[in-house]
């Protein structure tokens, strides 16, 4: 009988094959995750007579960064940026942070391609968003050594949805005070990263090539994708792996940290209780 090997699978769902080398297993790693964050998880089971709706915040706690190495020979137009952006500004720094947040998007709405068993776990509007900023602004080379402007920054959510929807895109969220960790590593400067990388962060599987734009690559952007053999078409078979109208010989990581920055961030996902 024929089977399909480990290999074999992985050309079938290449994204949970990424992921999970990416990332680890995220499944078995989840009370070390939390233990890492300093989060000490009690979980109570609530029984409910009938559906009183669910509530999840959501937090993420993060850096964002002015990338200023295009600037490296003119020294003149980055001394007047950096004290521009040295100045008191949290709007700035909250546009900047929203772009950031949103390039998790992809990852959380097609989660069920990178996680064995799971659903989306989609964000609410940025509007619903709450982001407050940390100290001021920081110019240095510590950003996988690139000279950036940065600003800490804390961001979160609540989701409001139906009593069961929660358990359905993640077990963990089934009871009360119930969490989950997810994991991702996002561009410290979510602007300009098509410029600045190429594809090497964009996910164009399923979509009709070429779909990716590089003033909204949030809807595109994958930190599992890898350096892959050329996209050979076939009117019969669609592009089931990262790169389809280019080829990439450079993971997302790795253009991240050579050309922009990455940090790895963690969206924590806990169910609340209502009152």
Known sequence: MWQLTAGDQCKLHPGKCRLKRLHGDVNRDQQSRLNSLGINSKIQAVAQAEDPGAIVHVTMDSIVSVNLDEFSNDQNSLNLIINELL???????IE??????????????????FIEGKYQLPL??????????????????????????????SWST????????????????????????????????????????????????????????????????????????????????ACIQCHCS??????????????????NASFIFTRLLII
């Open 87 to 93: 100045k008191p500004n949290p709007q700035f720094w």
């Open 96 to 113: 900047r942070t929203m772009k950031q947040v949103s390039m998790a998007s992809y990852r959380l709405v097609y989660r069920p391609s």
């Open 124 to 153: 609410t509007q940025p509007e619903h968003w709450n982001i407050v900023v940390h100290g001021s602004p920081r110019r240095d080379h510590s950003l996988n050594g690139h000279d950036s402007v940065y600003m800490h920054y």
């Open 158 to 237: 609540h989701m409001l949805t139906d009593y069961k929807s929660p358990s359905i895109s993640e077990p963990q969220l089934g009871m009360i005070d119930g969490q989950w960790v997810e994991p991702i590593i996002l561009p410290t400067d979510p602007y300009n990263l098509m410029q600045r990388t190429g594809y090497a962060c964009i996910d164009e599987a399923d979509y009709p090539i070429p779909s990716a734009h590089p003033e909204r690559t949030e809807w595109v952007y994958d930190d599992t994708c890898e350096a892959e053999d050329p996209f050979v078409y076939s009117p019969t078979a």
């Open 246 to 263: 280019q080829t990439v010989q450079i993971s997302c990581i790795d253009a991240l940290r050579k050309y922009v920055g990455a940090v």
